[in-house]
DNA sequence: TTGTTTCTTAAAATTTGCTTAAAATATTTT
DNA sequence: AAAATATTTTAAGCAAATTTTAAGAAACAA
């Protein structure tokens, strides 16, 4: 993950720049407004970090100048203390979202996250214990031979793959799994586990899914 | 923590109430701007999840009128579509976030997070005694190896380690814990200390749950 | 001691998940 | 278009785990 930081003052620059990079992000540090949107435009950033104040043009010169070229990159303002009317400014300008200085750092990271979730499907291949799941070829292998799945039972194993080792609420699995954003009353999940249990047969495979009454199911490796 | 959500549409806030309770955050709803405003005043609640369009008062009412009373109560805004117009008269009005419906439950968990961080380090893993409680994979392990708890188990746990050194009253624990607002009469409270001082081992643990007669429980590490 | 509070245990009540089968939808084939 | 097939969802009975109640034993304070 590319990460562009406009920013004229060094000192955050560098620190934004080092804490990033501690988290296996790229960043690149542009020191002003025009070279920050020469390089923006480049293209190959996956979101963007834009300071308020800056020599050059100003960051909301950027960020409007941007976003009549590239529309889904992200834009995070780094606006200074109270400035409502500046964010409210920047949003208007189609940045994503906003964060006020001074920040913590933890908050920054999690602001990148959100913005990045969506976008990021980086693996195309989980494994499970003897169990291949292949997003590209949307394949289940067992040992060489292939288990049919369906479309469903396909996307609760890769929910589940996705989140080896961590629980996964049934919320959450209704959300990703089925689309469903509000209430719900249904004993779908449970059918579907069901299933893919059945099919995987998981006995001797080194991997289990795992029930954990009243929240969700986990999927674990032996 | 405790979260109000002022929300009419009960599927809605049905769905975000389940899910946060699955997340062991205390919920209520509050089902338009008038009662809503009421709650939120009461000033027991660390965050404000608000709807847009409410009966009653509008939610930008609400938000106006309870940022005159409170000010470090951060509110999210949970609003319609596109309207960013909306958005901004929202953070005119004194809110800290935004979210745009339909948003993903992860997304909102995520905003929650970042607007509690600051006040009192929301941590997602808990250390006592040579135990550790891990919220994200809401798993408990002593030296590598995990202790199974049930969700009261966990809940209860929680709430003393949240309160590590802290007298655990036990109308506080009976309230966040097991919801109950008013009158009690039960010895549930008893029955789950005694489960988890004999599934978590403390004897060699560095760490106890203390009674203190009358009052409570104390989670100390020694 | 005496009365109160907590501990411990076991059983009752309740909730939650598993498993099936059948109903409702979608998709493919004829 | 109809029939056949496959997938997805609902529903219901059963099983099992969790939660709560209750009651006697033990610990504590006065």
Known sequence: ???????????????????????????????????????ALSGEYDILLL????????????CRKFRKDIKDTPIIFLTAKDTVQDTIFGLQA??????????????????????????????????FGDIILD??????????EEIFLTQ??????EFLLRNKGKVCRRTQIIE????????????VIDVYIN????????QDSGAHIKTIRGVGYIAKEN
């Open 135 to 144: 997003l590209k070829t949307h394949q289940v292998l067992k040992k060489e």
């Open 195 to 202: 299933a893919l249990r059945n099919k995987l047969g998981l």
């Open 176 to 187: 990703s799994v089925w689309d469903i954003h509000f209430e719900y009353n249904t004993g």
């Open 94 to 127: 189609g940045a994503n979202d906003y964060i006020k200085k001074p920040f913590s750092f933890d908050e920054l990271l999690e602001r990148i996250r959100v913005q990045l979730r969506p976008k990021s499907g980086e693996h195309d291949k989980f494994t």
């Open 51 to 62: 300071d308020w104040m800056l020599p050059g043009i100003s960051g909301i010169e950027v």
């Open 1 to 39: 993950m590319r990460i562009l930081v406009i920013e004229d003052e060094p000192g955050i620059a560098n620190f934004i720049k080092q804490g990033l990079e501690e988290e296996s992000y790229s960043v690149d540090i542009a020191y002003d407004g025009t070279k920050g949107l020469d390089r």
């Open 152 to 157: 469903k039972e396909f996307a609760l194993l």
